[in-house]
């Protein structure tokens, strides 16, 4: 998670080769309204996110039933989102945290995605820190975030395994 910009679909994409889950992006599951208001640069409301947030919630669900593992690239910028996309499922909360000059600079070499520059303000107004993450600064090199995220995750893995939960999903 993190706002855009961070790095999720890049490191989401480089954890599910590592790791052999499956990849997927929240951003391809917006509605073209949602995708529409973004791109003419107006944040979408909660409202706008309940539809999209219960659609990654039944995938994440689903998964979780079946006993698969996945990885899934998801702003989830504040608690509420979280805890939607968590109902339950075992999910560990990766954030990806940037600093506003990064996000900037990143969107400003950015091609061919609807979020403006001008709605990264928006994003870290909405942006309620998690308590309970795996938390990595998102400057770092996508190859050194994907390997802390494997060590921590394979801590999570053994301390839920000794406790009787499942695996995240």
């Known amino acids: 998670m993190g706002v855009t910009g961070s790095g999720k679909t890049t490191v989401g994409t480089l ?7 499956p990849f997927y992006d929240a ?3 917006h509605s073209p309204a949602n995708v529409a208001k973004m791109a003419s640069g107006v944040p979408l409301t909660d409202q706008d996110r309940r539809p999209w947030l219960d659609e990654l919630r039944t995938l994440i669900s689903e998964r979780g039933a079946r006993g698969e593992n996945g990885v899934l690239a998801c702003s989830a910028l504040k608690e509420s989102y979280r805890g939607i996309l968590s109902a339950g499922a075992s999910l560990v909360v990766v954030y990806l945290k940037a600093e ?3 996000v900037r600079s ?3 070499g ?3 995605h609807y979020m403006p520059l001008r709605l990264i303000e928006s ?3 909405d942006l309620q820190e998690p308590e309970q993450a795996i938390t990595i600064p998102a ?3 996508p190859d050194q975030i994907v390997k802390t995220i494997q060590s921590r995750l394979d801590i999570y893995l053994a301390k839920a395994a000794a406790k009787g939960r499942k695996k995240p999903g």
């Open 15 to 21: 954890l599910s080769a590592a790791t052999g889950w």
């Open 27 to 29: 951003d391809e599951f």
């Open 100 to 102: 506003p000059d990064l």
């Open 106 to 108: 990143r969107l400003a």
């Open 110 to 112: 950015r091609r061919g």
């Open 123 to 125: 994003q870290f107004l």
């Open 139 to 141: 400057d770092w090199p």
